[in-house]
């Protein structure tokens, strides 16, 4: 924005990834201690702990460069992107496994992509506050979204308070009474199948009272339970799928969709603001539709679809900058259509299924400490693309895309191989979808395919045999 420029001057490529990214390493720190914050003060504290961090991160940057000048002004928006990160690292793991956990099974992946909805309809709201206080003059217009974010994570922080506690959690620190009621709260029990209470209230186990009183716990404990026998295919799945979520390039293009789409043709600051708003726009609606078919579609086919349509789009877009077709009107608009087909293809896809599923194939032991860990990853990888894109775009306009297609087209290969379906499931029995990996499956059916293809090749044979002798 110019009246961001002229207080703290252009940005060079550097400058600006680490603005950008500055607030994802406390983040990746901060998430590692999200699951043992969560496992001991609840799920929901947590989340009002993060949210606290957040606003008052956002607030620090809403006041930087007031009476300090340039220097003064960075570094307090730099301290104020770090503790919004450590918020952020903080909330987010919590919000999704308590999503996760207070859904009856048949509605956990509509229930749990409401945290997407909202998710995008924050970046959407973001783009067009931008764009609205772009024409303000004075400073106001660039600190008027980080007021936003401070009013919007403080009455997280507040209304917290106000939810019922999750009632897993509940049970696995050996409150029964309140999870009984917590249940009742919110009507599990009325929605889940006969199968489905049982298990629940089969958490009252004394192993988990005791492991809950035991105190809290260090992260060398969490880790070997995350990977002990029988538990670490899933925590390492988990990593995997959200490292490389990062890897398609998603946050690349939204981090940096104003200059992508400057690169792209869209000549003026106005034109490429707007033009990403309405990215944010197609990212909402069609989250919104995709997640009533969440349950529906199959985590496995959604992840397998999704990100190959994801690939093939950054492949595309690459090959055209590499061509140099980008420099005609018809490779500029061929650019801005895969753009937006990546967007509708992440959105329905891995945007909501990749939180579903690190989140609900961890046991409620590990499902805290396994989904921040996975998050951790997130946050690093997401680090390493917003602080290098506008590095990499300086250098190469067609690098960044294939680097993100390839790793995408990598990741479809890895699910195929590894990723079983757990729709349906309860939380209590998803572990049993490990037992056999689809890529054993695939193999024992090629192996019994060829041993029948042998079999009535031998009876064949022996028919040749039989009738020649006649």
Known sequence: MPEFERLFGPLSPTLRGL??????????????????????ISRTYAISLGAGLYAIGSLLQCLAGFGTGRSGGLAMLLLGRIITGFGEGIFLSPITVYAIEVAPGKQRGRVASLVQVFICTGVALGYFICYGSLRIQGSLSWRLPFAFQALISGVICGGCFRLPHSPRWLLHVGRKVEAQLALETLEITQNSTEAEKEEILALHMEEHIARSRAGFKTMIEDAKLMFRKGAWRRTSLGIFMSGFQQLTGVDGLLFYA?????QAGLGST??????????GVVNLVVTIIAQFYTDKWGRRPTMIIGNGLCAASMLIVGVIYASGVNSTHGGQYMIIAMIYLFLISFSSSTAITCRIYVTEIQPITTRAAASSLALTANWLVNWVIAFTTPLFLARSSSGPYFLWGGSTAFAVVVFICFMPETKGRSLESVEMAFETLPLRELTNKVSHRRGYVNDETTRREQNVDIGQNM
């Open 270 to 279: 106005n034109a490429s603001f707007l033009a990403s708003g309405v990215s």
């Open 258 to 262: 104003p200059v992508l789409f400057t």
């Open 19 to 40: 603005i950008v990214s500055m607030i994802l390493i406390p983040a990746s720190i901060s998430s590692l201690a999200a699951g043992p914050i969560a496992d001991r």
